[in-house]
């Protein structure tokens, strides 16, 4: 969302190489994605934390760098499921 494309590719194929080797927690997958604009990913991500029961999944309603997605469907139905007012 900075205009840092290439370094958030980067970081998201750093991350990606770390969790060959243990548990990278698929928000901050999401995270990545959010700021590149993917909404399809970054949700996609955000249901395998839910899966997961990631503890970084604690307030996805209120963080601010999730704002793309407010308007999604598919995250206000995670948002309900998670059990956080939306």
């Known amino acids: 969302m900075a205009g ?8 998201l194929e750093e991350l990606r190489e770390l969790a060959k080797r243990r548990y990278v927690s698929p928000h901050e997958i999401a995270l990545v994605y959010a700021g590149l604009g ?11 934390a839910y899966a997961d029961r990631s503890g970084a999944l604690i307030q996805p309603n209120i963080e601010s ?3 793309a ?3 999604d ?6 948002i309900k499921r998670i059990g956080l007012p939306h």
């Open 73 to 78: 469907a598919r995250f206000a139905a995670l």
């Open 69 to 71: 997605l407010r308007q």
């Open 4 to 11: 840092k494309r290439a370094e958030a590719l980067k970081v």
């Open 38 to 48: 993917d909404k399809e990913q970054a949700v996609r991500w955000l249901e395998k």
């Open 65 to 67: 760098r999730f704002d």
